[in-house]
């Protein structure tokens, strides 16, 4: 069966009347979902061994199903930071050569330690417990919750 020009037409309006109509739904769907918070409870992932980082390396993981990052610093210390970019979620590149991380969406920067060194993110980087254990190095983050 044929359809008229005008069934033709009313489809259209109406798919794009629908489309219309989830992007200002989404975001206010969005907006009401409660962020989630920590429950008390840590997760403690088995990351390296002091052989494996020589100094001003990183080893980039996951933990809770969050990607992050474990750098040995120049002075033979370790630190654990989310190795997503509070800008748009992306997973930023550790630059040992200038001890920094870098997103390559937005070209954020991020100091050893975390902090924004250059925008558009606006908070640094989250940062996550780390323990050696004889020369195994462990990193433990808060299990988030709603």
Do not use: W
């Not at 489309?19 to 200002?24: P, T």
């Amino acid at each position: 069966m044929a359809s008229t020009r005008r069934q033709f037409l009313n489809r259209i309006l109406g798919g794009g009347i629908t489309a219309i109509m989830a992007y200002i739904i989404y975001p206010v769907l969005k907006f009401l979902d409660p962020p989630s918070i920590s429950s008390g409870e840590r997760s403690k992932a088995f990351v390296a061994t002091t052989e494996e980082m020589s100094l001003n390396s990183a080893k980039f993981f996951r933990l809770l199903d969050r990607a992050a990052v474990l750098v040995r610093l120049p002075n033979g210390n370790y630190k654990s930071l989310s190795a997503k970019c509070t800008d748009l979620g992306c997973t930023v590149s550790f630059r040992p050569a200038g001890d920094y991380f870098h997103c390559n969406c937005h070209g954020s920067e991020f100091s050893i330690n975390g902090r924004v060194l250059r925008g558009p993110a606006a908070r640094p980087l989250e940062e996550y417990d780390v323990s050696v254990v004889g020369d195994k190095i462990y990193v433990s983050a808060p299990v988030k919750s709603v």
